[in-house]
């Protein structure tokens, strides 16, 4: 089975940091998605990556960042955290266009205080 | 631009019986696929059932089956035989030409025993 693994489960930050939240697939998937997860508004893509080092930017890519250096591994980075920040981020990966779907990590729900 | 829509934010449904999650959809594609993921309390996405747009038989799985109507853009979702581990928040999914996936807002599942 494809493993989508998220490094931390809970993060508890303070407004102005910079924050990295990694993601690791062990399926060899050449895309990788970062959503972020609000009660009311469901899943909404941050960023998302077909290859290394090539990115393109979701519905809400404001305040943040990400890095794909290495096939398996897709960072989200948030420059400097703001409250509104606080949510619950979900990593996914897929190998088949559209019609595969996706594998998800098991979220990370990051508090920024 | 393509939307998903789930107009029923919280569901209920006794132990053993049947509910069916509604679900619609926004597209000028003609070639799609249609998802539903169940994120049980533990957070993790899991992938319950998949329908490709240009099969007209509804796919099922077990206990879950879907009513796919083209025509009008709708994807429900029927669960049999309703058991406590079926509690959780249901998505519904869409997946196009550009690979990304669009969620809509979710339906929280109860299962009274």
């Known amino acids: 089975d494809v493993k989508v693994t998220q490094s931390s489960r809970y993060l508890v930050k303070r407004t102005g940091e910079k924050v990295f939240l990694e993601c690791v697939q062990d399926m060899d998937h050449e895309n990788m998605f970062w959503y972020r997860q609000d009660p009311g508004l469901g899943l909404r893509l941050i960023y998302f990556?077909?290859?290394?080092?090539?990115?393109e930017k979701g519905d809400i890519p404001e305040g943040y960042s990400v890095s794909r250096e290495k096939k398996e591994r897709f960072s989200l980075i948030l420059e400097s955290a703001s409250t509104n920040q606080t949510s619950m981020y979900l990593c996914?990966?897929?190998?088949?266009?559209?019609?595969?779907?996706?594998?998800f990590g098991s979220g990370t729900r990051l508090t920024v205080v | 631009a393509q939307t998903v829509t789930q107009s029923q934010p919280e569901m209920s449904v006794q132990e053993a019986e049947t509910v069916t999650l509604s679900c619609t959809y926004d597209t000028s594609e003609s070639d799609y696929y249609l998802f539903w993921y169940k994120q049980p309390p533990s957070r993790q996405m899991i992938l319950v059932i998949r329908q490709e747009a240009y099969k007209q038989q509804n796919a099922t799985e077990n206990r879950f089956s879907v009513n796919f109507q083209k025509a009008a853009k709708s994807f429900s979702l029927k669960i049999s035989d309703s058991q406590l581990g079926d509690a959780a928040m249901y998505f519904c999914a869409y997946g196009g030409a550009t690979n990304k996936l669009i969620f809509g807002t979710g339906t929280l599942l109860a299962v009274q025993p």
């Open positions: 990556s077909y290859d290394v080092k090539m990115k």
């Open positions: 996914a990966s897929s190998l088949i266009a559209g019609g595969g779907g996706y594998t």
